[in-house]
Structure formats: C-alpha cells, structure tokens
C-alpha cells in the first residue's frame, strides 16, 4: 500500500508556480521558498516527465520536503464506447502513476468518464471493473502510489462523492479526489457551509475508514457555474466558495494529505489557503492552552 498517512496537511499549486521561470525541476525549491509544501504536476495535455528526469524530481522533492502529486491527462473517458479509447484511458492513467511513482510521489489524479447514455448505477458498476483492471496492473508492476478517480463539476461527468464511495470501496490503491469547488459547482451552489462538509467528510470516513483522512488528495479554487455545473474555474477571492469555513472543518477533522490550489493565480491561492488554515491552526492551540 502507498503512504497511508502523510504528517500534516500541505499545500501546492497545480502545476509549475506562475511567477517561476527556469527549468521545471527548479520550481520545487521555488515551492518551498515561497512557503508551500506540495506540487501537482500536470500531464494533463502529455506525460512531459521522463524516467531520468523523474529521478531528479524524487531527489529535489525529498530534500526540499515538497511532496508530489500528478493530473493524469485529460483525454480519458473509461466509459467511452470505442474500446479502444478506453484501452489508451487505462494506459494513460497507468502511465501517469508509473511517471509520479518514479518521481517519488504521493497521488495522481484522473477525470474517469461521462455518462453518455447509461445510467448513472451502470456507469458506477463498470468504474468499479475498470478500476479492478487498473488496480491489479499496478501492482503487478508494483507502481506503488495513490491514484485517483477526482470528483467531477459537470453534470455530465460520472464522479460525484456518492459514486466515486461506492466505486472505490474495497481497493488497495484507489480512493476518490476530492475537488471541493466542482462539488459546490455540480450542485449549483450548493456543499457551502460546515454543515455540509461535515456530511461529506462523514460519508468518506465511513465508507473508506479514518486512515483515509490522513491521506486525502484536495483539489480547491473558486469556480463559476450555471444549472450543468461547472463554468470555470476563477480565483478564491472573486468566487462564492466559503473556502475559510471549509478549511476549518478540515482542521475540524484532522484532516492531512495534500490541498491543490486550481485557481488561475495557483501559488497565490495555495498561499492564501495555507496561511489561513495556519491562523484557524493557531486559534484552536490558544483555545486549548
Ligand atoms: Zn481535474
């Protein structure tokens, strides 16, 4: 099994920072400098990390204790009705893992499907064989990291909370991606209070067991949305999203794993997010002491 607890909560972009220019294994220090401690890296248009390079990433993440996550490229729909386009979604979602296992990462993420004309059970019930499928071939090439069905914004998009629980119970090496702002999006509006976020980290306890809340991978930025769900994603400070509120009811629950800023401005909402969880931090201590 992967980490199956990580030491705190931390914090990263999606991707390279904006404000970093110079070779891409440079920008883990340029993490660390600027106060964060994770990175996502983006293959989400091509697998850009090559084996020897990913070994340079695993040495640079270690010592600068930057952990590491992967996007998995977008192009992947595990219920697609041309065989062979899921045959290359599993290779991609495989090679992704196999990319962030040698840079010696944490979690890589991944889109898995849209409904087209199934219904949403069927879709379920097949994610899970898709799932079995991907699971067993990790290990038989013992590509030892999280990876991820994320929780999707359009309504479209099979993924939310419920089907990814039920679609990965039970497994060894695959839980859900919580993207918090593609919930309040799918939901138009809704999952915008404690109260529901209480229900949501609840719902995964129960079904994947406390462990699971010490390794979770979290996607958060603001977001735009019509009655489909999803528009866009936009920064913190120009959305909705009660994103204080949410991260004192992750500190609520002890939560640790991975936060990944999806806000265009990237390392300035993971900064935002870090330093506010880091004051929430602070208030409790004072409270108890
Ligand atoms: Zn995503």
New binding site residues.
């Given amino acids: 099994m992967p980490v199956k607890k990580l030491d705190r909560l931390r914090f990263g972009p ?1 991707g390279i920072p904006n404000s970093y220019t110079g070779p891409t294994e440079g920008a883990i220090a340029f993490v660390k400098e600027l106060g964060l401690d994770a990175m996502e890296l983006e293959f ?1 248009r091509n697998i850009w990390l090559k084996p020897e390079k990913a070994e340079v990433f695993k040495e640079l993440s270690r010592k600068h204790d930057v952990v590491l996550t992967a ?1 998995a490229p ?1 192009y992947i729909n595990l219920n697609s009705k041309d065989p062979e386009k899921v045959e290359a979604s599993i290779q991609r979602i495989i090679k992704s893992a196999d990319t962030l296992y040698k840079a010696g990462g944490f979690s890589v ?3 898995p499907a849209f409904y087209h004309d199934n219904k949403p059970e069927e879709v379920t019930e097949k994610m899970r064989k898709m799932f079995r499928r991907i699971e067993n071939e990790l290990k038989e090439r013992g590509i030892d990291v999280w990876v991820r069905p ?1 929780l ?1 914004g359009r309504r479209s998009q099979w993924g939310d909370l419920k089907e990814l629980l039920d679609a990965t119970a039970g497994f060894d090496l695959i839980e859900p ?1 919580i ?1 918090f702002a ?1 919930l309040h999006a799918r939901y138009v509006g809704r999952y915008n209070s404690a109260e529901e976020w209480r229900e949501v980290l609840s719902m995964y306890e129960d079904v994947l067991g406390s462990d699971a809340l010490k390794r979770m991978h979290i ?1 958060i930025s603001g977001i735009n949305y019509g009655k489909n769900g999803e528009k866009n994603h936009v920064n913190l400070r120009e959305s909705d999203l009660k994103f204080e509120d949410l991260l004192k009811v992750l500190k609520e629950f002890n939560v640790r794993g991975v936060v990944i800023s ?1 806000s265009p401005n990237l390392e300035e909402d993971a900064l935002l997010m870090k330093e506010t969880y880091q004051k929430i931090r602070a208030e409790k201590g004072t409270r108890k002491a």
């Fill in positions: 999606a989400v996007h977008y993420v991944f889109h994320e999707m991606a993207d593609h996607h999806e």
